[in-house]
């Protein structure tokens, strides 16, 4: 790196408005637009000669040029379709019209500090999927940066808050209501590291459904005043919609500080050749109204998330507002009574983003600066690679030298360094074999220190080291990037096999080994492996969301492969997002690695109908059933899903006006439905599931009991005493979660028996009928019989787990999970 | 290995204490400051520091691990799990 002051940039690519913030590792700034404001919006034009605008000057076009303006479009990223410019006849992808925001914020920071940056962070939203994550870097790419990391938009607000610093160890609620996404997050700060506990949020909720629920009231209005039906289904009314959402967004905003405010259009509204005056007043009151439902959804966000993670809201420190929407006095007042904690306020809500992901920057030693040819050793000075951390919670961090080509001079046998302060000074420490030295160095708390390095040859003179010095700051720091949801590959039987758990860090990389369901026959027509890729928190595979597939056809495998042949996955996965799938057959020594379709997928209107259709249908069933059985409890839940199902409805017809966006939200919050109706239909069966957890929990105990050790007869306390409180509380899917715990145990201390394989051989020999390959199973059979009758336990097992390779998965299963060929 | 499901063989082959050469009752500051040298000693491509010992073999040490390895223990409930399966004995 060069000398001289650093830079660090951090970028706040927002759904509304984006901000770029620069920290040099003292004072952090945000660099101003060629208007002289620090948010720019995220609104792109292009005119009929092809001349991009941004920003500012851009918005202005956006009610009286809407073919030509296009907002919002961080709503859409990482789906698959472009967005249409029809005076120059072009279309961009979301990834290109979000490059030209964060060209034009790289340009700000030219402007500020004369460094065009090439390396920055880039917060996004702590809910992103995989394709959008993996779209926001190739945007910053398209840009021109060199590298971008991305950082989860809360831990940035808690980071710039000043979370860790003003209480090294508590519990912070981020509450960011976006223009188009909201975020809960639970942050904890322990021994000056930031952690977020869990976060939960929703995609598809924000200050724009603030808007739009006020436009559908004006709209409302406009109808009865004027006698017409004015719908945004219709996609005539869809560009008087337009001009309408900039009014109605002024109006709310100037709500935040006046009582009363009117609604009206420079020009009055066409609608079908007619012309219809706006100009309508409203209140406080009224917006409070029709915005109230849309804050209580997003504190129960807030509430699901404390209670999911056994936090009471009074254990919250603090409570982080971000977004410009949470300056309304509604929001305020409705977090403090419901989650009874005092608010961070004196932050800029609109900014905190982009300075946090500034101050990460700085935590990760990413300069923006260009990178310069590497300075001239001083005469005679010997070159030494220095690894350390650039900012570190730890006092005592380790510190590793490796010695370059010294070219014929004496070389460094020890090294000592030294604390500039004086305050401290290291052993003297030999260098070793490899050239190579290690230390654990001893900082000054939150402070920054600089440390000499002074090295010695073995006659005792001493030797000059180029670079002779190096600093470490002391404060707090982000652990590595937590993965946001859960990723795995779906199974046959329409299980997951988790490789990245949610919060896991970034990057990483993991192998399992699967087994193929079916026989690979090259020649016949569709024959491949399919290896879905899903992302979410469910057990059942079809309620995750795919994110990519890996398909080997049976040409490319190129040999007849049989059913239960071993398939090596492994997945990687880097903090842009970038997921790599690679496959490896050793029963015929092939790899494969392509992964394709990372977008979101497609939400045709005639799809979702179906979808919601069907989920209304069993709603109704439930209803009925909760009704009829009085329990107000299960009533209380419908009601829940019941709103979600008319939003739904009401987006689906804004889908069918043609609103893409719309679209893409129905298809998130059908599928959310689908979990909770799959739940409630669960609970529906609830004392079923009571006898058989209860049975199960007798089983595990009795194995453990026998065959466990002290540690494990402890953990299964534990584990039984959570299943017996989810059992209490009626909460199906924690119930499961903590079984899968005693099942482990369970398994681990029944295959201890010695008994064990023979009993799973008899167990599976009675369903022999369902191999897949008869024959191949007989023989299987045969040689456990024969294991068995020896004593061979080894044997016996190799048979069984060939045996259960054979069985075949539920076929009615298979189809719901986009087809997997593994098990 | 007679009994051991590949499950277990894996959970112990990979179990984050022993990736990181610690002790089950390593303190939170302890497997940080590991974790750091250990991927300082990757980076810096140290032999040594790409191998380890486990009750089941050795194993390969990768930066990726060393990362996993620490976050797995940065989780009180994750950590409880690993705690266990870094007291299996050898067999």
């Known amino acids: 790196m060069p000398g001289g002051t650093p830079l660090y940039v951090g970028i706040d690519l927002g759904t509304t408005n984006s901000a770029v913030a620069t920290f ?88 500020a500090t004369g460094i065009d940056p090439e390396r920055a962070v880039i917060a996004v939203p702590a809910m992103f999927e995989l394709p959008q994550s993996r779209a926001t870097a190739e945007a910053a790419r398209l840009a021109g940066f060199e590298s971008v990391e991305l950082i989860q938009e809360p831990v940035a607000s808690a980071l710039a808050a000043g979370c860790p610093t003003v209480n090294p160890a508590g519990a912070w609620l981020v509450y960011d209501l976006g223009g188009g996404t909201f975020d809960a997050s639970l942050l904890e700060a322990r021994d000056g590291l930031l952690r977020v506990v869990a976060h939960d949020g929703d995609n598809f909720l924000g200050g724009r459904d603030f808007d739009t629920a006020l436009l559908d009231w004006v709209l409302g209005e406009l109808s009865r005043r004027n006698g017409v039906t004015l719908e945004r289904k219709d996609p005539a009314v869809a560009a008087a919609a337009r001009s309408l959402k900039l009014a109605v967004e002024d109006a709310r905003i100037d709500l935040t500080r006046v009582e009363r405010a009117t609604i009206a259009t420079s020009s009055p509204l066409v609608v079908s050749g007619r012309e219809i005056e706006v100009d309508i007043a409203i209140d406080r009151a009224t917006v409070e109204a029709l915005c109230a439902p849309i804050v209580r959804r997003s504190i129960e966000v807030c509430t699901r998330l404390l209670s999911d993670n056994g936090f009471e809201p009074g254990r919250i420190e603090r409570v982080v507002l971000v977004g410009g929407p949470t300056v309304m006095p509604l929001v305020r007042q409705m977090l403090r009574e419901h989650l009874a904690a005092s608010l961070a306020d004196g932050e800029d809500p609109m900014t905190l983003v982009a300075r946090g992901a500034a101050l990460f920057a700085a935590t990760f030693g990413l300069d923006a600066r260009p990178k310069t040819e590497p300075v001239p050793p001083a005469a005679g000075a010997f070159p030494v690679w220095i690894h350390a951390p650039t900012v570190t919670a730890d006092l005592q961090p380790y510190l590793l030298g490796r010695l370059g080509e010294g070219s014929g001079r004496a070389t460094p046998a020890f090294i000592r360094a030294r604390r500039s302060d004086g305050g401290w000074t290291s052993a003297e420490l030999p260098v070793d074999s490899e050239g190579v030295f290690e230390m654990q160095l001893l900082l000054v708390s939150r402070a920054t220190s600089v440390f000499g390095l002074e090295a010695t040859a073995a006659d005792g003179s001493l030797i000059p080291l180029n670079p002779g010095t190096v600093s470490i700051v002391h404060g707090s720091t982000v652990g590595d990037p937590p993965l946001s949801r859960t990723i795995g590959v779906a199974l046959a039987d329409d299980r997951v096999r988790p490789f990245f758990e949610r919060g896991a860090a970034l990057p990483a990389k993991r192998t399992f080994v699967q087994h193929t369901v079916s026989t690979v026959i090259p020649g016949r027509e569709g024959s491949a492996i399919r290896i879905p890729i899903v992302q979410g928190e469910f057990d059942a595979a079809h309620l995750c969301r795919p994110v990519g597939t890996l ?17 090596e996955i492994t997945l990687t996965l880097d903090r842009a997002g970038h997921l790599a799938a690679r496959a490896h057959l050793p029963q015929i020594g092939k790899t494969f690695e392509h992964v394709e379709h990372l977008v979101l997928p497609d939400a045709p209107p005639a799809k979702l109908e179906a979808s919601l259709t069907s989920l209304r249908d069993r709603l109704a069933v439930l209803r009925a059933a909760a009704f009829a059985g009085r329990d107000t409890e299960a009533i209380r839940r419908l009601g829940g899903a019941e709103r979600l199902l008319v939003d739904a409805a009401r987006d689906l017809d804004a889908a069918r006006g043609g609103d893409e966006d719309a679209a893409q939200k129905v298809r998130r919050n059908l599928s959310d439905l689908d979990a909770v109706v799959d739940e409630e239909e669960a609970n529906r069966s609830w004392p079923e599931f009571v006898s058989e957890t209860l049975g199960l929990l007798a089983a595990a105990s009795q194995w453990v009991a026998a065959q466990g050790n002290d540690t494990e007869r402890r953990m299964l306390g534990e584990a039984m005493a959570a299943v017996r409180s989810a059992l209490d509380a009626r909460a199906a899917e924690s119930v499961r979660r903590h079984m899968r715990v005693v099942n482990q145990l369970a398994c681990a201390s029944y295959f201890r028996h010695p008994k064990a394989w023979s009993w799973e051989l008899d167990r599976t020999a009675a369903e022999i009928d369902r191999a897949s390959d008869r024959d191949e199973a007989e023989r299987h059979l045969r040689r456990g019989r024969d294991a068995a009758s020896k004593g061979d336990v080894d044997g016996v097992r190799a048979a069984v787990q060939a045996l259960w390779r054979l069985l075949p998965p539920d076929v009615e299963a298979n189809t719901r999970v986009y087809d997997s060929g593994l098990r | 290995m007679s009994v051991v499901s590949p499950g277990a063989y894996a959970r112990v082959l990979t179990n984050p204490f022993i990736v990181l050469g610690l002790p089950p009752n390593a303190s939170p500051a302890e497997i940080e400051r590991q974790g750091q040298r250990l991927l300082l000693q990757l980076g810096a491509g140290r032999d040594g520091a790409a191998t380890y010992v486990s009750p089941v073999g050795p194993g390969t040490r990768t930066p990726d691990l060393v990362r996993w390895a620490v976050d797995q223990l940065r989780d009180p409930r994750r950590r409880l799990f690993h705690e266990l399966w870094a007291g299996v004995p050898p067999r």
């Open chain 1, 24 to 111: 040099d590792g003292e004072v952090c700034a945000l660099a101003r637009n060629s208007s002289g404001g620090s948010l720019t919006p995220s609104v792109v034009r292009i005119d009929s000669r092809g001349n991009v605008t941004v920003g500012a000057r851009a918005r202005r076009f956006l009610e009286t040029d809407p073919a030509n303006t296009r907002a919002e479009f961080k709503r859409l990223m990482g789906t698959a379709g472009a967005l249409s410019f029809a005076a120059s006849a072009t279309a961009r992808t979301p990834e290109e019209l979000s490059a030209e925001i964060l060209r034009s914020l790289r340009s700000d920071v030219r402007e």
């Open chain 1, 551 to 567: 398909e080997i056809r049976a040409e490319e495998i190129g040999a007849h492969l049989p059913a239960g042949s071993v398939v």
